[in-house]
Nanobody, 119 residues
Framework: VQLVESGGGLVQAGGSLRLSCAAS????????MGWYRRAPGKQRELVAF???????NYVDSVKGRFTIARDNAKNTVYLQMNSLKPEDTAVYYC??????????????WGQGTQVTVSS
């Protein structure tokens, strides 16, 4: 299984970035795909996720600014980030999750991509 993120970088406050995560080795359309982030000195937090059915959810701090989307034909999930703030600075990680049974869960992570927002 491979999850490969791209699209991170340095941007000024108020700017935009689009992260991509290309997946292989999983049945992509059956997985819930998520974006997490870890800021310096903080715990990892869930930013957004999108289910296999297309339902989405966001952490309150990014609602109205970030949009998660998936393209099952390309096995890719995206995170469009607008109106970026310095507090969005973090390493962003892609996650794929599929629940097989109550005791069997497929849970995979990408290597992370750095997003830095300057003030």
């Amino acid at each position: 299984v491979q999850l490969v993120e791209s699209g991170g970088g340095l941007v000024q406050a108020g700017g935009s970035l689009r992260l991509s995560c290309a997946a292989s080795g999983i049945i992509f359309r059956l997985n819930t795909m998520g974006w997490y982030r870890r800021a310096p000195g903080k715990q990892r937090e869930l930013v957004a996720f999108i289910t296999s059915g297309g339902s989405t959810n966001y952490v309150d701090s990014v609602k109205g600014r970030f949009t998660i989307a998936r393209d099952n034909a390309k096995n890719t999930v995206y995170l469009q980030m607008n109106s970026l703030k310095p507090e969005d600075t973090a390493v962003y990680y892609c996650n794929a999750r599929r629940v097989f049974t109550t005791t069997q869960v497929g849970d995979y992570w990408g290597q992370g991509t750095q997003v830095t927002v300057s003030s």
